[in-house]
């Protein structure tokens, strides 16, 4: 059994473990599952040919705002991270590990495909843009690094690049997924830091005090790509609404097992994942309005049924997973029908239609 699955499956047997040994965090980050952040590789080639002169202004002033580097002085750690993932207690330390080693995966996987790009592109627009994304990609991944070495369970990120398998998507599918990612990135950091200025008891680490500063380079990054998507109409009309459909509920379907597979981190920020998962969700719906012409509703009572559906049918596979044999074998495959069709159901649920604004830019003002 892995690291991954015994968190899941075990998180008490795996909690005593931790009092004495250190998490293989390299093993949680190189672990590939349906829901562990990916490694992207695309058509470099055709990312040539991307014109933004249908959005120029408003993408030169991003790109000055990006050059101007208003976080170059921010991700500096101070004496309050010594010893501070250590003086957890067990089950928290766990899920708060498996949380910074998948945001460091994201992060990470995120400078790796726009370091990529910058390197191989010979548009200068897609160049200065790539650079610059991969400057502040690097910065946060390095981050959250730091804070693990911190306990002596750092990740080398060289041969991080090495292990991770990575995915081909065409250059359309990059922009639908990384521009989600970075949204529903900056609505997951802004919930949290939000929630804990509410209630500062609730902080039991000081990389949340960071979480406001570092959201809003995730959302500079999320216009960035509201204007290439808007930049080339076609890919948000048609047959593409359906991609947009199938990404948006990918990403939070995603976000949704993953987070109610650490109730214990959620218990001691004081949020529920259900709560907080449909408030992020909500955020990025209002973002999105943006550049999609098609939302989701995540407030409609058959959409939360068919999602708890969906995760009941996780639990279910990672159950049978975990049990091995016939009867796990029986399970997973009851597991895997059943996310199916709870995914297939949500997916065909009525959309609302949304008329895109004639300004995309907007300001991280949740
Ligand atoms: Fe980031
Ligand atoms: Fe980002």
């Known amino acids: 059994m892995n690291a991954h699955t015994a968190i899941k499956a075990a998180p008490d047997a795996f909690a005593a473990r931790q009092a004495f040994a250190k998490p293989d965090t390299m093993a949680m980050a190189t672990h590939e599952t349906v829901l562990s952040p990916r490694f ?25 705002e ?27 330390r766990a899920e708060f590990t498996d949380f910074l080693v998948s945001s460091l995966t994201s992060e990470f996987s995120g400078c790796v495909l726009y370091a990529e790009i910058a390197r191989r592109t010979r548009n200068p627009d897609m160049k200065q843009l790539f ?29 991080l690049t090495k292990a991770k398998k990575y995915h081909y998507f065409k250059p359309k599918f990059i922009f639908y997924a990384v521009y989600l990612s970075e949204k529903i990135g900056y609505a997951r950091y802004i919930a949290i830091f939000r929630q804990l200025a509410a209630k500062p008891e609730m902080r039991f680490h000081p990389i949340f005090n960071w979480f406001e500063q570092w959201c809003n380079d995730e959302f500079r990054h ?22 947009v459909r199938f990404f948006l509920l990918s990403v939070y379907a995603t976000m949704y097992v993953r987070d109610h597979a650490r109730p214990v981190f959620h218990e001691a920020l004081g949020l529920d994942p259900t709560a907080y998962d449909y408030r992020v969700f909500t955020i990025c719906t209002q973002i999105s309005r943006q550049v999609f012409p098609v939302e989701l509703d995540t407030d409609a009572p058959a959409f939360r049924r068919n999602m708890d ?35 297939a159901k949500m997916y065909l649920q009525r959309t609302h239609s949304n008329a895109l604004p004639a300004t995309i830019r907007l300001q991280p003002a949740w």
């Open 40 to 64: 992207y590789t695309t058509d470099f080639a055709a990312l040539d040919a991307i014109d933004v002169s249908p959005v120029r202004a408003e993408w030169d002033a991003l790109m000055a």
């Open 66 to 92: 990006m050059v101007s580097d208003p976080n170059k002085h921010h991700f500096k750690k101070d004496v309050s991270f010594d010893g501070a993932i250590e003086s957890l207690e067990p089950a928290l």
């Open 131 to 159: 650079k610059l994304l991969a400057r502040d990609e690097s910065r946060h991944a390095g981050f959250i690094n730091e804070t693990l070495k911190d306990s002596g369970i750092g990740i080398d990120l060289g041969f």
């Open 222 to 243: 999320g216009e960035a790509f509201a204007m290439l998507l808007r930049a080339d109409p076609k890919l948000l009309k048609g047959m593409n609404k359906l991609w």
């Open 309 to 343: 559906n969906l995760l009941a049918a996780s639990r279910r596979i990672e159950a049978g997973k975990a049990r091995g044999g016939l009867v796990g074998l029986a399970m997973r495959a009851s597991g895997m029908a059943g996310a199916g069709l709870s995914f």
